[in-house]
């Protein structure tokens, strides 16, 4: 299978990492969102990001001036349809995600490959409510994308071999590396990651150290970058706690079961980084814990 152009669902933190690494790779890439200041601000932050890029020598003026131009906006997701493979990077909830593929399939060409950046969610599942689940895949990019070097393949039982190879080589072409995971809940690397986080909210909930003293021990005691706690910022509290339920659910083990006080910060909308408050009040000129 030949890919050349590729359509993005979701303008978001994911969807515009996503624009900028395929256009920088070459592909003519249309990003789709229902808000144009969502379209607006991506652009933005993949100008941004370019930039960054350019003043420190990673790409050049010219490389850094056609990803640009290679990037299309739209409001409309039906023009995706023309595409190669299309990238859903929504919402992490499956009913929005099902919708977006309804909405969709009445217009994709009929080999375009239909994949979902969904970073928990069951492959299988979302493919069987497709018209193509032999062409349907996990294409789970890592945040922020233009950084992190991880692409986890995630093959749906109906997932054909050609439509495999096909993504491989296209993360190849991306000068990123792909992990192989099977579709069981959160696959690899959330898998792992988010009860890490989670047992950090219930130090936190239980008393055993406060936010900068859990933070300030994993990367002080486990050379970890950023702390459980700052990570859970930047990743979005929803974001954890919807891959902690679909763990809980798809797994029914009670290890994986949401900590209450992850639950508490969602329900109050203290989101993380996106919404200024979280683990971190992040409203003045350096961020203040929370707790």
Not at 199 to 210: D, M, N, P
């Amino acid at each position: 299978m030949s890919i050349s152009k590729v359509g993005v669902v979701g303008a978001g933190q994911m969807g515009n990492g996503i624009a900028h690494v395929f256009a920088l790779a070459g592909y003519d890439v249309l990003l789709n969102d229902i808000s144009q200041d969502a379209l607006d601000k991506a652009i933005i932050t993949v100008t941004r990001n370019l930039d960054r890029q350019l003043s420190r020598e990673k790409i050049t003026q010219d490389e850094r001036d056609a990803a640009l131009a290679r990037i299309a906006t739209t409001l409309k997701l039906e023009e995706l349809g023309q595409t190669d493979l299309v990238i859903e990077a929504a919402t992490e909830r499956e009913d929005v995600k099902n919708a977006i593929f309804e909405r969709l399939l009445p217009h994709l060409k009929p080999e375009t490959i239909l994949t979902s950046n969904t970073s928990s969610i069951s492959i299988t599942r979302l493919a069987s409510r497709t018209d193509r689940p032999e062409r349907f895949m996990g294409f789970h990019f890592m945040n922020p994308v233009p950084v992190m070097k991880l692409v986890e393949l995630i093959r749906g039982i109906a997932t054909d071999e050609e439509t495999y190879q096909t993504l491989l080589g296209v993360v190849e072409s991306l000068g990123k590396t792909a992990a192989s995971a099977e579709d069981f809940p959160a696959f690899i690397v959330n898998r792992i990651l988010m009860p890490m986080i989670n047992e950090a909210v219930y130090t936190l909930y239980e008393g055993v150290g406060s936010v900068k003293s859990i933070d300030e021990s994993m990367k002080l005691g486990a050379n970890h970058p950023m702390g459980p706690l700052e990570l859970a910022d930047f990743i979005g509290l929803d974001t954890c706690l919807a891959i902690m339920n679909v763990l809980h659910d798809g797994l029914a083990d009670t290890k994986y079961r949401p900590c209450p006080l992850l639950t508490k910060y969602v329900e109050a909308g203290w989101l993380g980084r996106k919404t200024q408050r979280g683990f971190y009040d992040y409203r003045g000129e350096t961020p203040v814990p929370t707790r």
